[in-house]
């Protein structure tokens, strides 16, 4: 060949082909063959054509495109092998390069898997006007062909046969699209119900990505067993399989076709049948090759994506190598290498790693959006996940000296809104028990002044100095309040506490009832919460020690996160009881709006039964 036409994105081999066809000025199809693969017969196949190593060998001598960028840039090869075992892609790159195709689609897995091929190739009108301001002419895109996607994946439009058979009498013609080939009206979306194609287009809007990755990129093969183990984990995360890993079929089964409908599966070529069906055996134990629509399909099912389903086990170490340093500023650790262990996910969008470390020595546990660039970034955290004890203790003993909120901040390497909400949960955290002890406390320093009316606080300071210290700890404000000598002593004893604290119990009861028997959306009880829906929020949690009578209620009502999570989950239970629905665990979950299943479903499982 003295020529051969320059590929444009997303071009297939064959539309290649065809182009040097109408170029090269040659009439016969058999004589351009010929010319490009040494081979008269050979048929140039849509998705995995063969005889690449003939056609390299036939380019003309200044061409520096190799059987790899053939095989990967213009054919499905990429798309159709990522969940074929390392040995079986091989098999098909080789029969691939080969003039004899033969083996090309058992070893691909396609022929067992009766997905049908596409009888046409097919186009997208918006990608053809593009092309023709562009280019100046028009091609075929491989993303077009994808068996199982019936729209376009940058337009998110319907996707038309084309009058180019792919399969049967014509299959030798080599022809680019013309607008006379490019006029059919026919595609499988439009002859589906306005539902359906909505439901079609928002799944192939989420899935866009993932399928160009798997068109495009090159993933490390994985071996069979491994695709079942790793959906296997997650099925026993979200409670569809037991801690065996054998899948507790119906349930899986239920809880996927609660995601899609069997139209949308139809469109994929995925519908289930039932009874050991793919749905079934893909998350089994065999030997079995599966489409990658269907692999596709049970990903997104369960939440998981194509790179990190790819590189479980063999990630590249976004944060480097252990040990990490712990960035709680109070602890003994503070930048010193001690954390051996991070876990990494991906964002959800834009796929970067983010790491979690945890100190075992303080718990305290950061997050840091990586990859690291440099030796300095193992400093840096994105966000702080958990504080740890000797966090929060450290700030409680240090708030205590009196010391403002910034200075408090800098000396806890924290921002004063979080010390301020992280001191605001500390009132709640307090039990009655404290609350007992403290009354006590408060009524020994009142008698303590009756006995010594004429002390200083200084003074019956010495008389009781553990006392004394206690009430300084815990309830200071009260204690200059109620001395003697106190600063605010009138001021404050205008008000009558006492009275004020039946009011306000009245009131929040009032509010706290309501919100735990609301039909509408649960809401998480604090006192802040509470505060805010009296319209008080700041003097209450500012005088809430004033008002023992209200305090000891609300430290009874409020919830921790994992008290409001488990009531979601209770009420879920009692509404799907009182509708004699069925108590199923990943269901009850999902409507509680629980998302770590795993952490949950033991506590259903045994609510349910
Ligand atoms: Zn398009
Ligand atoms: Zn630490």
């Not at 008290?563 to 979601?568: E, G, N």
Request: glycine residues 6%; charged residues 25%; contains cysteine.
């Amino acid at each position: 060949m003295l020529f051969f036409p320059t590929a444009y994105p997303d071009e297939l081999l064959f539309s290649l082909c065809s182009r040097y066809f109408i170029r090269s000025g040659n009439i016969s199809y058999k004589g351009t063959l010929d010319d490009l693969f040494s081979h008269s017969g050979l048929t140039t196949s849509i998705s995995l054509p063969t005889g690449v190593s003939s056609l390299i060998k036939n380019l003309p001598p200044y061409s520096k495109i190799n059987e790899r960028q053939i095989i990967h840039n213009h054919t499905l090869y990429l798309f159709y092998t990522a969940f074929l075992p390392p040995d079986r892609a091989v098999r098909v790159y080789d029969a691939m390069c080969s003039n004899d195709g033969k083996g090309v689609y058992n070893q691909s897995g396609l022929v067992a898997n009766r997905v049908p091929q596409n009888e046409y190739l097919r186009f997208c009108r918006d990608c053809l006007t593009e092309d023709k301001e562009k280019y100046g002419e028009y091609y075929w895109h491989r993303s077009h062909q994808l068996s199982g996607i019936q729209c376009c994946l940058t337009h998110f439009k319907p996707l038309y046969n084309s009058s180019v058979r792919v399969v049967g009498a014509n299959k030798h013609r080599l022809q680019i699209p013309t607008l006379e080939s490019c006029s059919a009206v026919k595609s499988a979306l439009d002859e589906t119900s306005d539902k359906t194609q909505r439901e079609y287009i928002d799944f192939c809007e989420k899935m866009a990505g993932s399928v160009l990755q798997l068109l495009n990129q090159q993933f490390s093969h994985r071996e069979m067993e491994d695709f079942h183990q790793i959906y296997q984990s997650r099925l026993i995360g979200l409670g569809l399989a037991y801690y065996s890993g054998r899948v507790k079929q119906k349930a899986w089964r239920e809880y996927f076709s609660s995601i899609y409908s069997q139209e949308l599966l139809q469109l994929c070529h995925s519908e289930l049948s039932g009874h050991q069906d793919w749905l079934s055996l893909i998350v089994q134990k065999n030997r079995k090759s599966f489409h990658p629509m269907r692999h596709l399909l049970v990903m997104a099912a369960l939440d998981m994506n194509i790179t990190s389903f790819f590189d479980e086990n063999n990630t590249p170490k976004p944060f480097g190598n252990p040990s990490w340093p712990c960035l709680n500023k109070v602890c003994n650790y503070y930048r010193k290498p001690i954390i051996n262990n991070v876990s990494v996910s991906l964002t959800d969008v834009a796929k970067e790693p983010v790491g979690t470390f945890t100190c075992t020595v303080c718990g305290f546990s950061y997050t840091r959006r990586g990859p690291d660039k440099g030796e300095e970034d193992r400093l840096r955290k994105t966000r702080v996940k958990v504080y740890g004890d000797v966090w929060t203790k450290k700030l409680k003993d240090l708030s205590n000296t009196g010391i403002g909120l910034r200075e408090l901040g800098r000396q806890m390497g924290a921002d004063p809104k979080t010390v301020k909400r992280y001191l605001e949960n500390e009132i709640e955290a307090r039990s009655t028990n404290s609350l007992i002890s403290l009354e006590a406390d408060r009524k020994k320093w009142l008698s303590l002044q009756k006995k010594f009316p004429n002390k200083s606080v200084k003074q019956l300071r010495k008389e009781d100095k553990a006392l004394y210290m206690r009430l300084y700890r815990n309830d200071r404000e009260w204690m200059i309040e109620n001395s003697s000598k106190g600063k605010h002593r009138k001021s404050s004893a205008r008000i009558d506490w006492s009275k004020r604290d039946e009011k306000m119990l009245m009131e929040i009861s009032n509010v706290v009832e309501g919100l735990l028997d609301s039909e509408k959306k649960p809401v998480r009880l604090t006192v802040s919460k509470v505060g805010q829906l009296i319209g008080k929020k700041s003097f209450l949690e500012k005088n809430l020690n004033k008002m023992p009578k209200t305090m000891a209620y609300l430290m009874r009502k409020v919830e921790t996160v994992e008290q409001f999570q488990a009531r979601r989950i209770f009420n879920t239970i009692k509404q799907l009881k009182e509708q004699e629905e069925e108590l199923v665990p990943w269901k009850i979950m999902r409507k509680a709006g629980i998302k770590d299943y795993g952490k949950w479903v033991e506590f259903v499982e045994h609510h349910i039964n």
